[in-house]
């Protein structure tokens, strides 16, 4: 199952900034009633899993909504960096997508009962990378963590997802979601496969150093799945969580896709990945032998 994870931020200074900004209310019952989903029958799902199931679309609807803004401002240095405008256009687009993947949400929270009103998760900024040595070093940072890391990503947990959904509705929904990730992530191999060939050694070195900032990110944005519960059969099947196998999801595909992927493009990513492997797995350590 997929998490309520959405698109991750693009690593780097983006997640520390704006940590005190106020909360802001995502209301999307007037939209989920616009070609609504009829409720669904639950049968005999647990009230525990079917409570889960409300909480994870609602999360879902409000960072699907909230992702749109990382293709916004990835617009801007796409057009600094002098990319095709055909490309803006495509990803122009997928911030629309986004934005139509959070309605989606709310129609199947509606049709399980729920109010599609959630808080909006912390809005922080796209990195623009400062520090880049060409505007075209910059824009490639951002689409390996969005385009080729996270989407790619979001392509096997939503396709795993639409494989155990139950009810028709919901995997029409799923089916939805998927046509636009995969676009996502093919955008982020397309651009990276068209550019990285050319990079100068700098381009190549700034961008390797970064990929560390990369899978570090990976890593703790969807080490969430370790803290979700485990839900039912049931419940799996209208969107209750399994942290667990979503886990497991997100490890194959980033040893088996991203990582390999990325060092065809000529970038090291195999070392930034173990590294960032054995100090996850340090962190947790430390954790368990805290808490006990």
């Not at 900004?21 to 639950?42: E, N």
């Not at 955008?187 to 560390?212: K, Q």
């Not at 090291?268 to 808490?291: G, H, K, L, Y």
Request: proline letters at 5%; one cysteine or more; hydrophobic letters at 40%.
């Amino acid at each position: 199952m997929r998490p309520v994870l959405g698109t991750a931020c693009p690593a780097g200074e983006g997640r520390t900034r704006d940590a005190s900004r106020l909360m802001t209310t995502l209301d999307l019952r007037k939209a989920a009633r616009r070609d609504p989903i009829r409720p669904l029958d639950v049968g005999d799902v647990s009230a525990s899993d079917l409570a889960a199931a409300r909480d994870n679309w609602r999360d879902r609807m409000a960072s699907e909504h909230a992702s749109a803004r990382i293709f916004g401002d990835l617009v801007g240095g796409m057009m600094r960096a002098g990319l095709p405008s055909h490309e803006l256009r495509r990803v122009a687009a997928m911030a629309q997508q986004e934005l139509d993947h959070g309605v989606l949400c709310a129609r199947v929270l509606a049709a399980l009962g729920g109010e599609p009103v959630a808080e909006l998760p912390r809005l922080d900024e796209t990195p623009v990378h400062a520090d880049a040595s060409t505007p075209l070093e910059a824009v490639l940072r951002n689409v390996i963590s969005i385009g080729c890391c996270s989407e790619t990503v979001a392509v096997a947990l939503v396709a795993t997802e639409r494989e155990l959904a139950g009810p028709p509705a919901v995997r029409t929904v799923l089916e939805q979601i998927l046509r636009d990730e995969i676009k996502h992530s093919r955008f982020g191999w397309r651009i990276l496969a068209r550019y990285a060939p050319s990079l100068t050694t700098t381009e190549r070195a700034g961008i390797d150093e970064y990929l560390s900032d990369v899978v570090e990110h990976q890593l703790d944005f969807h080490g969430q799945f370790l803290a979700m519960p485990y839900a039912g059969e049931e419940g799996i099947g209208i969107g209750a969580p399994h942290g667990g196998s979503s886990w497991q999801v997100f490890l194959t595909t980033m040893n088996q896709v991203v990582i390999p992927g990325l060092e065809q493009c000529g970038l090291r990513a195999e070392d930034a990945w173990t590294s960032a492997r054995a100090t996850f797995a340090a962190c947790r350590d430390r954790d368990s032998v805290a808490e006990r």
